[in-house]
């Protein structure tokens, strides 16, 4: 009896290393960089979505995010992400054969949960951003936009690094924008003093004036001068009177 509790102490022991090693396993926690080195999207994803749409003889109420940011490959996977958790739901609520529906479309997009998103340790599960806001749709356009994320993924999905999508963001809210200023605040604002080159132009448009007067009173007065001095062509110039001929003439 003691060899036999001796025995399966150490079988214990030789097990813990083992699950472990399990629990630590990156494929079980997840890709820290969020990168797939293997396509995880399959090449008949549509047929399976295709087929839950066309077994839905209701179109379910569900939600989508109205507000996440507008990034060319985030926003597909950060979709995608909330898609699966609504598979997740939905599958806990439905009949046995829409449940095996449900699975096979999840198991399509189940590859988003092997990223290491930030985890709740409360709810063991990736907490939404607070700031998300939602709005109701028809389970049938979330089926229809999942197949399109897929499509927008695929040629991309080992080719990039997803690490910076590890957290949904979301758009701005409007209400926390700093509001756009009128006219008639501009006006009351104070005016920057102007610059020296504005002055200098300044100085010169009301020196330009001056400028332009001076060389042409001078000009016209050389004009002048000139005219006085010069005979008219075919006319001689009048003598010139000497003070001789002035004694001469007086009596």
């Given at each position: ?29 997840g ?17 399976t ?65 092997s ?10 599960e990736?907490?939404?951003p ?74 010169l ?46 009596p």
């Amino acid at each position: 009896m003691k060899s036999d509790g001796a025995g399966a102490e150490t079988e214990r022991n030789r097990e813990t290393p083992l699950l472990l090693l399990l629990l630590l396993s990156p494929g079980l926690r997840g890709t820290q960089h969020c990168s797939f080195e293997h396509s995880p999207i399959s090449s008949n994803f549509a047929v399976t979505i295709r087929k839950l749409s066309d077994y839905l003889l209701l179109d379910y109420p569900v939600t989508v995010a109205s507000n996440l940011q507008e990034e060319e490959l985030c926003g597909a996977l950060w979709r995608l992400v909330l898609a699966q958790r609504w598979m997740e739901q939905l599958k806990t609520v439905a009949g046995s054969q829409m449940q095996g529906l449900l699975e096979a479309v999840n198991t399509e997009i189940v590859f988003v949960t092997s990223c290491t998103f930030q985890v709740s340790p409360e709810l063991g599960e990736q907490p939404l951003p607070s700031c998300l806001r939602f709005v109701q749709t028809n389970i049938s356009c979330l089926l229809q936009d999942t197949s399109q994320q897929l499509v927008a993924l695929k040629p991309w999905i080992t080719r990039r690094n997803f690490s910076p999508c590890l957290e949904l963001r979301c758009q701005p809210d409007p209400s926390t924008l700093p509001p756009p200023q009128s006219p008639g605040a501009w006006g009351a604002t104070a005016l920057p003093a102007p610059q020296p080159p504005l002055l200098l132009l300044l100085l010169l448009l009301l020196l330009l004036p001056v400028a332009l007067v001076l060389p042409a009173a001078a000009c016209c007065l050389r004009w002048r001068r000139t005219r006085q001095r010069m005979p008219c062509p075919g006319e001689q110039a009048p003598p010139t009177s000497s003070h001789q001929d002035v004694l001469l003439v007086e009596p």
